[in-house]
């Protein structure tokens, strides 16, 4: 069992930045993959960025160049780091764990608000 626990979100005006964290405690060991996914209202639930435990990133077309993922490993700890926000940027932001079996493990989400 994963839990993960996320902080960061706020409002903020557009083109600002903010860092989300999310502390994963548990099975640790298990975790394969961490990444953020984000939901606005009406819409599914669409990947943000990933990384691996190697340190391998990935990212939705519509943040390159904007957020940054990174992992802290010694602490447990995923960031995503965003900066130039859009209003459409808009979202509840959920962190993600995958864990080597196939099991995927959600937080409970925080919200990120972007005013134009």
């Known amino acids: 069992q994963v839990l993960l626990a996320e902080s960061g979100g706020g409002l903020v005006q557009a083109g600002g930045s903010l860092r989300l964290s999310c502390a994963a405690s548990?099975?640790?060991?298990?975790?394969?993959?961490m990444g953020w996914y984000r939901q606005a209202p009406g819409k599914q639930r669409e990947l943000v960025a990933s990384?691996?435990?190697?340190?391998?990133?990935n990212y939705a077309d519509s943040v390159k160049g904007r957020f940054t993922i990174s992992r802290d490993n010694a602490k447990n700890t995923v960031y995503l780091q965003m900066d130039s926000l859009k209003p459409e940027d808009t979202a509840a932001y959920y962190c993600?764990?995958?864990?080597?079996?196939?099991?995927?493990?959600w937080g409970q989400g925080t919200q990120v608000t972007v005013s134009s």
């Open positions: 990384i691996t435990s190697g340190g391998s990133t």
């Open positions: 993600n764990a995958l864990s080597y079996r196939g099991v995927n493990y």
């Open positions: 548990g099975s640790i060991d298990s975790i394969s993959v």
